[in-house]
């Protein structure tokens, strides 16, 4: 069952509301909402160039013909992956998360929060490894970025 299919401008709402919501929920201990909120109108305008660049494929995953989460790639990146907190524990970010695999190249990357636990303990049980590199976010307080990368002998465990 395809979950995936291309984003259009009319998602961009849905996207940020998906996207908000999650990152609210997992990355509140690392972005303080009193001192650091969600910043939606950046991401709006990142998400308006991203859906409208040639060279980034951005998808949004249904659930039930509903945008329920996000995904972005990049040449060898995936650049984004979310979904609806409704979502969680369902299933449909490994479904969704099999099917990106197989549009991307052999041996892609990923940059996770550090403090992401969620989501690494995610990448992790789908044959990600880090890499040992970080970088800074472009994002206050600037929290660290630690690269993944999967491998063709991973197994993928969905």
Do not use: C
Request: hydrophobic share 40%.
């Amino acid at each position: 069952m395809t979950l995936l299919r291309t984003a259009v401008p009319a998602d961009l709402e849905a996207i940020l509301d998906v996207q908000q919501e999650g990152s609210i929920r997992s990355l509140s201990h690392i972005f303080p909402q009193d001192r650091h909120p969600f910043p939606r109108a950046e991401l709006a305008e990142r998400w308006s160039e991203e859906i409208t660049d040639p060279a980034v494929r951005v998808l949004v995953i249904l659930r039930h013909g509903e945008v329920a989460g996000f995904a972005a790639l990049k040449d060898d990146q995936l650049l984004h992956l979310g979904t609806s907190v409704e979502s969680w524990g369902s299933g449909l970010a490994s479904a969704a998360h099999a099917e990106i695999l197989a549009l991307l190249p052999e041996n892609p990357r990923l940059w996770v929060f550090t403090g992401n636990h969620r989501a690494r303990r995610f990448y992790a049980k789908h044959g990600w490894e880090p890499t040992g590199r970080t970088r800074p976010t472009a994002f206050e307080p600037h929290p660290e970025l630690l690269e993944y990368r999967w491998v063709q002998s991973s197994q993928d465990a969905t």
